[in-house]
């Protein structure tokens, strides 16, 4: 599977986190600290929902990058 991350650089960290898995979030000191922990944020936060019994949510969220002309 695979999941939409957004990240956001903070004045002094990284943040993460996956629209589709509400409350999976990860902060890291740089941007590649920050993919570590939410790629193990991700795995942690289905492994909890597999317990519960409930179903893996199917990613449903799409990215893209808009160009546009600022002036």
Request: glycine letters at 8%; one cysteine or more; charged letters at 25%.
């Amino acid at each position: 599977m695979q999941y939409v991350v957004i990240l956001e650089e903070g004045s002094e960290s990284w943040g993460a986190y996956v629209p589709d898995l509400p409350g999976c979030v990860a902060v890291g000191e740089t941007r590649e600290e920050a993919l570590e922990l939410i790629r193990e944020a991700i795995e942690f936060h289905l492994d909890g929902i597999k317990e519960d019994g409930e179903p893996i949510p199917e990613p449903h969220s799409h990215s893209e990058v808009v160009q546009i002309n600022a002036a």
